[in-house]
Structure formats: structure tokens, C-alpha cells
Nanobody
Framework: QVQLVESGGGWVQAGGSLKLSCAASGSVVSVNAMAWYRQTPGKQRELIAVITSADITHYAESVRGRFTISRDYAKNSTYLQMNNLKPEDTSVYYC?????????????????WGQGTQVTVSS
């Protein structure tokens, strides 16, 4: 079993910055793509940033140029640096990881989610 634990959410004024962290632990063999999503009440979960195992990054138009996704392979972690935050960035942010884990004598690829962390940006 694998757990994704997030940290770093909170409250900030518009124009400020926050950095989110997410670490995978447990029976991890390798972590493949990692991503950040966000979801506000009544809306679908939105993919905002992804980083592949080749360090290729992609961003949603709404955050491109303001948010930066990165990862630390040694720590099985991903980070989301959020700058120039806007009130519309207020949401619950979720970490997602495609993890290869041990499965008996073999391996399997499983998609895991973090517990979510609240980010609130005031105007």
C-alpha cells in the first residue's frame, strides 16, 4: 500500500505565494507521472499541472506562468510553487501519482491521490 501525504496549504493575500508538497511512502518501487489537481465545490476536479518521469511538464492555461511543478526522485515527492495567487485560485488542491508498487511476487501500477489541502486567496 502507498500513501500520498500533502502539506503546505493555507491562507494568503492576492499576489502572494504558497508552496505545496506531496510525498509518496509505503511499498513504492517507482513513481511515474505526478500531478496536481484542484477542485472547488460544485465543479469538476481540474488538472492544473503534471510532471512526467522524464521531467516534462504541462500546465493548465489558468496557471501557466504563475505555478511551477517540480519533483524530487529521491524523496518520491512533488511540489507546486504557486506565485501571484489570485482569489480564483481558492480551492482544495490534490496530489496525484502513478505509482509502481510491489504486488506479491510481482508489480503493479496504481493511481493514488492525496488527502487534499485547502488554499484560500483573499482579495
Amino acid at each position: 500500500q502507498v500513501q500520498l501525504v500533502e502539506s503546505g496549504g493555507g491562507w494568503v493575500q492576492a499576489g502572494g505565494s504558497l508552496k505545496l508538497s506531496c510525498a509518496a511512502s509505503g511499498s513504492v518501487v517507482s513513481v511515474n507521472a505526478m500531478a496536481w489537481y484542484r477542485q472547488t465545490p460544485g465543479k469538476q476536479r481540474e488538472l492544473i499541472a503534471v510532471i512526467t518521469s522524464a521531467d516534462i511538464t504541462h500546465y493548465a492555461e489558468s496557471v501557466r506562468g504563475r505555478f511551477t511543478i517540480s519533483r524530487d526522485y529521491a524523496k518520491n515527492s512533488t511540489y507546486l510553487q504557486m506565485n501571484n495567487l489570485k482569489p480564483e485560485d481558492t480551492s482544495v488542491y490534490y496530489c496525484n501519482a502513478d505509482v509502481t508498487e510491489r504486488d506479491g511476487r510481482g508489480f503493479r501500477s496504481v493511481d493514488y491521490w492525496g488527502q487534499g489541502t485547502q488554499v484560500t486567496v483573499s482579495s
